[in-house]
């Protein structure tokens, strides 16, 4: 199997403060993650590709000092939102790929509602 | 603007109905995959299709990769009420991925 896990699962805060989102790989080494963004029954919008070792490539127009990305290791990569704001609030779910092939694992996602 | 196109974007069929979901891009892209999603999770992989032209069954899904890889579709035969869900195709390009607009499909019994 390909197991993909994101905590928090849910996460509440004031605006103003910074949330940090995990994603780990569980039974492969993922040489790259990736970070989406999902509005109430919308598609999933890509931020960001994660890559080992390396700085995170960004999309363009998601600003890369709100959200910082770290992927410390092959199996586990961060999303911070810095200074949440209200529209901040939204699903963000986490993917990662194994090796070369080019399907990839979807974590359960994080919601997050910014008060 | 979306890489992906899909269409319909809503669907509301009855138990037993066959239905299709397209999804066009002017974009070449290198495999397609087809995920399903419950409201408040992650989606889950359908399928991957890589070749030009391919045709995929996973029983009463049939999924086709067009043969210029621009475009993708899926097929529901007989549809359930537990078929509904929304369904996403998403495109393999630059080794990223992008998603269609999504298809929320409704099957009422």
């Known amino acids: 199997g390909a197991v993909v896990s994101q905590h928090p699962s849910r996460v509440i805060c004031k605006s103003g403060t910074s949330v940090k989102i995990e994603c780990r790989s569980l039974d492969f080494q993922a040489t790259t993650m990736f970070w989406y963004r999902q509005f109430p029954k919308k598609s999933l919008m890509l931020m960001a590709t994660?890559?080992?070792?390396?700085?995170?490539?960004?999309e363009q127009g998601v600003e890369k000092d709100k959200f910082l990305i770290n992927h410390a290791s092959l199996t586990l990569s961060t999303l911070t939102v810095t200074s949440a704001h209200p529209e901040d609030s939204s699903f963000y779910i986490c993917?990662?790929?194994?090796?070369?092939?080019?399907?990839?694992?979807f974590g359960p996602g994080t919601r997050l509602l910014v008060l | 603007t979306q890489l992906l196109e899909q269409s319909p974007q809503f669907l509301s069929i009855q138990e037993g109905e066959n239905l299709t979901v397209y999804c066009n891009s002017s974009?070449?892209?290198?495999?397609l995959q087809w995920y399903r999603q419950e409201p408040g999770e992650g989606p889950v992989l359908l399928v991957t299709?890589?070749?030009?032209?391919e045709v995929k069954k996973l029983k009463r899904l049939t999924f086709q990769f067009g043969d210029a890889r621009k475009d993708s579709s899926l097929h529901i035969t007989a549809a359930q009420p537990g078929d509904t869900g929304l369904y996403l195709c998403?495109?393999?390009?630059?080794?990223?991925?992008?998603f269609g607009s999504g298809t929320k499909l409704n099957v009422k019994p």
């Open positions: 994660s890559n080992e070792g390396s700085k995170a490539t960004y």
């Open positions: 998403a495109g393999a390009y630059f080794n990223k991925f992008y």
């Open positions: 299709v890589v070749t030009g032209g």
């Open positions: 993917s990662a790929n194994r090796g070369s092939q080019e399907t990839q694992y």
């Open positions: 974009s070449v892209f290198s495999s």
